[in-house]
C-alpha cells in the first residue's frame, strides 16, 4: 500500500515524518498542501 505524506514546508511536524520516512527508506509520495490553493484545500 504505498502512502502518501500531505504536508507544509514549514511545518516542525511534518518534517519528523519526513526524516523517519528517508532514515527508515519508506516508500511513500510527498505532497504539499498550500490552503490558501482553493484546489489544494479542496483535495485536502
Do not use: Q
Amino acid at each position: 500500500m504505498p502512502l502518501t505524506l500531505y504536508y507544509h514546508p514549514l511545518s516542525p511536524y511534518c518534517w519528523k515524518a519526513l526524516i523517519a520516512f528517508y532514515e527508515g527508506d519508506v516508500p511513500f509520495t510527498p505532497r504539499v498542501v498550500d490552503l490558501m490553493d482553493e484546489t489544494d484545500a479542496a483535495v485536502f
